[in-house]
Nanobody
Framework: VQLQASGGGLVQPGGSLRLSCKVS????????MGWYRQAPGKQRERIAR???????AYADSVQGRFTVSRDRADNTVFLQMSSLKPEDTGLYSC?????????WGQGTLVTVSS
């Protein structure tokens, strides 16, 4: 299973970005995707838990600002980030957790700075 994350970049505070994570294999309702980020000098944290057959759960730090959507036909999960803050800066990664095991994408860097 391969995951390709993209969409990171430099954005000003208050701005928006959309990340995408395309999975190389078909996703089933029993599979789970996740969005994670690692801020400089901090441990990696999960910011969105995305059961493919259920509802997304968000970390408190991004609730109300970030939204996950899915393209089921293309096995892709998106992370729409709005009202970005400098503390949202970090390496964003996606993870697959399912019957095939656990796999990570390579990460995409998001920098929120003026």
């Amino acid at each position: 299973v391969q995951l390709q994350a993209s969409g990171g970049g430099l954005v000003q505070p208050g701005g928006s970005l959309r990340l995408s994570c395309k999975v190389s294999t078909r996703l089933f309702t029993s599979d789970e995707m996740g969005w994670y980020r690692q801020a400089p000098g901090k441990q990696r944290e999960r910011i969105a838990r995305v059961p493919w057959g259920g509802n997304t759960a968000y970390a408190d730090s991004v609730q109300g600002r970030f939204t996950v959507s899915r393209d089921r036909a293309d096995n892709t999960v998106f992370l729409q980030m709005s009202s970005l803050k400098p503390e949202d800066t970090g390496l964003y990664s996606c993870r697959y957790n399912g019957a095939r095991g656990i796999f990570w994408g390579q990460g995409t860097l998001v920098t929120v700075s003026s």
